[in-house]
Every structure is written in C-alpha cells, then in structure tokens.
C-alpha cells in the first residue's frame, strides 16, 4: 500500500497558542492534552477577544482532528462539536484534505500502535515526552484510494460500536457495585452510618514503585507496569532485563494505587495483568492480617477517589497527593455479618462482570485485529478490487 507523509494530505498541520493564557471563569472554552485524552474536570476558559486573536493562527472547527504532542503523545481525536474552542501547545492542528483522505480513517490511523511507533521514535525525552510539529508531519500513512478509505473507516465504526457497547454495560455492573457498597455501608467519606473507621495505613502495608534508569531497560524481561499501563491496557510496557526484585513484584489481584499524573490518571486497581514490577507513582497495597479484604478495599478506595482529586484543585500539568493523604483514607470496619453478605452479592455481581469482560475482551481483539489489517494492507486487496468491479 502506497504511502505518504501526513503533511501531504492535510491543509494545515500547526499547534495551539505558546503562551499561558489569561484564564476566564466563563468564555471560550480552551482545550489542553487532559481535554481529550481523559475525563477532565478542571475546564479552562478564555475570553473572546483573546480567543480571536489565537484562532488568526490556529483555528480548530468541526472536522478536523487534534493530536497530543506533549506529555501523553500519539493521541488523536476528531472535532465532533461545533462551538469555538482554542487550544494550548500541548495540542497539534490537523486539517485534513478531504478530496484525499477520509478523516474517520486517517484519525484511526493516528490512533495506532504503527503511528505510536513513529512518534516515540521521534519524540524528544526530557522531562516530559514531547513531538514538534516537523515531526508530526513527517509521520506515514498508508494511502489506498479514497472509496476504500471510507469503507475501511465503515468497518471500523462497526466494531468500535461493538466494543463501546460492551464497555458501557460493564460500567453499568461498576456502577451497580457502588451502588450496593453505598447502600450497605454508606457514603465511606461522610461515614453516614457511623460505622467502625481505621486509617487505610493501620491495615496495609504499602511498596513504592521504581524510577527505572534507561540503561535497566531492553527488549526482553519483565513487564514494568506504569500508569499508563493501568490507565490504558493496550498501552506498550517497558521491559527490564534484570532479576525479578521481589519488593517491586506485582502480580494478578494485587491492589495497587496510582498517586501522580493527570487527575483521571489518580486511581485505584485490582490488578489483572502478567506478573511484572511497578514504576514509580504507584503503590501496592497489602492488607494486613484482620484487613477487610483487597476487594472491599478496592470499592471503598473507589468512592473515595472523587474526594481525593477534587481536594488537589485545577490547573495545568501533573499532580500527585502525599503518602499521608492516602494513608489517612478512613475506612469502614462493618460487623462480619454485614461484610459477608456484600462478600456474596459482589462474587454474584463479579461473575456476571467477568462475562462482560469476556465480551469486551473479544470485541476488543476483534477491533484491534481490524486495525492491524486495515493498516497493513491486508483489507485494502480485497476492498480496492470490490470497489474497482462497481
């Protein structure tokens, strides 16, 4: 399959303003990486008059497509909306030209392991990944023609329909779960049953992760799990190849805690990936003898969550909350009667989870299977010559 650079087949390729802007309580909205890499509730706002100077450079409408470039890169999304928004550096401008390539395709394109690849090879590692616009222009898509383009763009719609389908309905179990956590016990931060609390510090033991130095890291070895393996699970592991070091050990089950990054990037796991190590910004959690169990923690921590991010505030960049801050989580210590039937209903609840992720799993392999094919060209032979037979 032919192809070509990005900034042949695009109008304008340019970024957001340099400049910190002077924020308002109310305007123009003013989008930054965390508007649309993950729920971000510390919104920005710009007057208009600011926002009319900015877009004389750089002006996203509806169809066109924003790609992080700095911080978390290599992240794509289609301008879906129609008010007036401007955006930050952290944010690159594509404009794509639609008499040659279909915006639905070339977004998820940019949203590929083929085009991570090319971005991390290009990005420059300081204290922050970062790409540069000659860069991001440099990147290659596969180019069929333009009727094949949509139709790959068809399919792929389909199954990313499928598989928001079954995200949704395992959200809707999470939900079901909380619901049953709060009805049971009450909200854990008002303590609104009055029930028996204990600092989350008294009944774990807590393991800090690594800063891994680049000379530890290879091609082969163990899984070093990062947030960013927590926050998005198809994201690419580093990999060490040293000894196992035992205090750094995650393994399936363990209950882990993520305390830097982005506010949505602040949360907590039940952990079901390979054994592996943990980065840095994340805690392990080992309930003590006489803990209620990793399960129940794991749901009180989730109701928790709200509380802690909104305690950091707003603004831009990353956050993090202090070892006390979790340490000091109440946590309601409920009559053994009461924890075992909630024990019971969620092993009810968690069978019926563990279908639906069974549903996610497969839909979730069968879009990353049409991805793979898609831009390696194997669906294009059999698209192009039913489109060439019309």
Known sequence: ???????????KITDGTHHTPKYTESGVPFFRVTDITASNNSKKYISNEEHLELIKRCHPEKGDILYSKNGTIGVGKIVDWDFE???FVSLCLIKPNHKIVNTKYLNYFLNTS???RQALKYSKVATIKNLHLVEIKKLKVPLPP??????????LDAADELRQKDQALLKKYDDLIQSLFLDMFGDPVSNSKNLKVKPLGELCDFYSGKAWKKAE?????YKLVRISNLHKPNFPYWLYEGEMIEKLK????????????????????LYDGETGMLNQHIYNLKPKKNSPNKEYLF??????LRNLRSSLG???GQFHLKKSDITSIKVLIPDEATMQVFLDSLSILNDQKQQAQANIKKSEELFQSLLQKAFKGELVSELESKVSNK
């Open 85 to 87: 928004f401007s955006i």
């Open 250 to 269: 995650v393994e399936a089950g363990d209950l882990l805690f993520s305390w830097a990054g982005v506010q949505a990037s602040i949360d907590v796991y």
């Open 217 to 221: 890291l290879g091609s082969y070895g």
């Open 146 to 155: 333009l009727a094949v383009q949509e139709r790959i763009a068809a399919i």
């Open 114 to 116: 083929f085009a991570l």
């Open 299 to 304: 749901n009180l921590l989730k109701l928790h």
């Open 314 to 316: 707003g603004g831009v």
């Open 1 to 11: 399959m032919n192809k070509v650079k990005l900034m042949d087949i695009c109008t």
